[in-house]
C-alpha cells in the first residue's frame, strides 16, 4: 500500500517534449514509474524516444487518457502556460495532478486550485514542490529515486530539500509514501491530506511532518493530528533561526508577530504529542528511537 500512487498509477507528462519535461521523464522511467505519454499543445501526434521507450505526445490531456488510460499528470511547464496545463488536466477528470513548475502566479495558482475544487475531480499537489514518491511503485516529480527504498514511514514536506535529506536519514527503514507539498501560499493538497491519506493506510506506521516558517498550516496540521491521527508523528519546523517580519525563500514562509514562528508551530505540535526536532537530523533521531521501539 502507499497513498495517492502505486504501481498501478498511469502517468501522462505535461511538457514532455521540453528540455526539463524530457530530463525528468527519463529519470521517472529509471526508477519504475508507468509514463504513457505526454501532451505538448501543437505536437499532437508526434512520439518521443527515452532509451527505447516510444511515448505518444498528444494535444491535451483528455486525448492522452482516452488514448493511455492515464490516471496521473505531472505538469513541466513554463509558469505563464500552467494555468492552462492545470485547467486543461482538470477538465479531462484526471485524478491526480502533481504540478512541479516554480514561479506560477499566486493569480493563476488561486484561479486553477478553485477549478479543481469546483468540479472535485481531481487532487492537486503543489505547485513549487518535488512531487511524491512511493519507492519501488512509482516516482512523480524530481525526489531522487536511488536515496531510499520501500518501508513503512510516512513523509509529508513544504520544503524539496528537507524531504530528499530525511528520505536518506531513515533510508534504512524505507517509506510507503513521501509527499513534497510545496511551499507556495497556495497549494492544492496539504498537510492535513497527507496526515489523512496516512493514518488511514494500514501500511504505514509512522509519519514524518516537516513544515516550515509563515502561515498556519502546521498549527492546523496539529490540530487534525490531535483529533484524529493516532499513528506516532514526529515534527520538523524550519525557520527557528530566520528574523521576525522577512520573507524567508518559499513565498508562504512569511512571519507576522508570533503567528507563524517555528516556536508557536513547535509548541502546537508538542501540545498534541508530536515529537519535534531542532534539526532534520534530530528529527530523524526521533523516528528512529519510536521505530526501534
Known amino acids: 500500500m502507499a ?3 502505486n504501481e498501478n498509477t498511469k502517468l501522462i507528462v505535461q511538457g514532455m517534449t521540453g528540455s526539463e519535461g524530457t530530463k525528468h521523464t527519463r529519470r521517472m522511467i ?20 527515452i532509451d527505447g521507450n516510444i511515448l505518444p505526445v498528444f494535444n491535451t490531456v483528455a486525448e492522452a487518457v482516452a488514448a493511455t488510460g492515464a490516471n496521473a499528470s505531472v505538469v513541466f ?33 488561486a484561479a486553477f486550485y478553485a477549478y479543481a475544487e469546483s468540479k472535485g475531480t481531481t487532487r492537486l499537489i503543489g505547485p513549487n514542490c518535488p512531487g511524491l514518491i512511493s519507492p519501488g511503485k ?6 531522487p529515486a536511488d536515496i531510499t527504498g520501500p518501508g513503512r514511514i510516512g513523509l509529508v514536506s513544504k520544503s524539496g530539500t528537507l524531504t530528499y535529506q530525511m528520505m536518506y536519514e531513515l533510508r534504512d527503514f524505507g517509506f510507503s509514501t513521501a509527499v513534497g507539498i510545496g511551499g507556495d501560499p497556495i497549494i492544492g493538497t496539504t498537510h492535513i ?13 509512522a509519519i514524518v511532518m516537516i513544515g516550515e516558517i509563515g502561515g498556519d498550516a502546521e498549527e492546523r496540521a496539529a490540530a487534525f493530528i490531535g483529533e ?11 525557520g527557528f533561526t530566520a528574523p521576525e ?11 507576522s508577530g508570533s503567528s507563524g514562528t517555528a516556536a508557536a508551530k513547535q509548541e502546537a505540535l508538542e501540545a498534541v504529542g508530536v515529537k519535534v526536532g531542532k534539526t532534520p537530523s534530530e528529527t530523524a533521531a526521533l523516528m528512529r528511537a519510536i521505530l526501534n521501539g
Open 30 to 49: 529509471a526508477s519504475g514509474t508507468k509514463v504513457v505519454g505526454g501532451v505538448t499543445p501543437g505536437k499532437g501526434g508526434q512520439s518521443v524516444d
Open 3 to 5: 497513498i495517492f500512487i
Open 193 to 205: 491530506d497527507c496526515l489523512r491519506a496516512f493514518q488511514d493506510d494500514p501500511d504505514t506506521d
Open 138 to 143: 512509482s516516482n512523480i516529480g524530481i525526489i
Open 228 to 238: 484524529y491521527v493516532t499513528k506516532p508523528v514526529v515534527g520538523y519546523v524550519a
Open 77 to 109: 511547464v513554463p509558469p505563464k502556460f500552467a494555468k492552462a496545463a492545470v485547467i486543461d488536466a482538470i477538465d479531462a477528470k484526471i485524478p491526480l495532478v502533481v504540478v512541479i513548475t516554480e514561479g506560477i502566479p499566486v493569480h493563476d495558482s
Open 245 to 255: 517580519g522577512k520573507t524567508m525563500g518559499h513565498a508562504g514562509a512569511i512571519v
